[in-house]
């Protein structure tokens, strides 16, 4: 059973920094982040290629935010530093098979449950 599962979330202020983490219980082609604020459409953010190590980046967290990925671990980790309120959301992990076009919530195979991640002073 494909299991995703995020951490990492939290309150932090603004300028600070967060790492969340996805554990995926196999391996997938693509692994990334979403986010969703309230009442907007979910977003991608990041995605990175297990298996080459290419990233992508959503223009809005370029220069901000760098993914990772521990192959031993099936992890993926998202850096996210010098953070903006409007970065407040909830992250979703997804997965995605090699013949993806773009980093849409469309395109996903599997997603994780979720993790808030709030900044405000």
């Known amino acids: 059973q494909v299991q995703l599962v995020e951490s990492g979330g939290g309150l932090v202020q603004p300028g600070g920094s967060l790492r969340l983490s996805c554990a995926a219980s196999?391996?997938?082609?693509?692994i990334g982040w979403f986010r969703q604020a309230p009442g907007k459409e979910r977003e991608g953010v990041s995605s990175?290629?297990?298996?080459?190590?290419?990233?992508w980046y959503a223009e809005s967290v370029k220069g901000r935010f760098t993914i990772s990925r521990d192959n031993a671990k099936n992890t993926v980790y998202l850096q996210m530093n010098s953070l903006k309120p409007e970065d407040t959301a909830v992250y979703y992990c997804a997965t995605a098979g090699a013949g993806i076009v773009a980093w849409e919530p469309d395109g996903m195979d599997y997603w994780g449950k979720g993790t808030l991640v709030t900044v405000s002073s």
């Open positions: 990175i290629n297990m298996r080459a190590g290419s990233t």
């Open positions: 196999g391996y997938y082609y693509y």
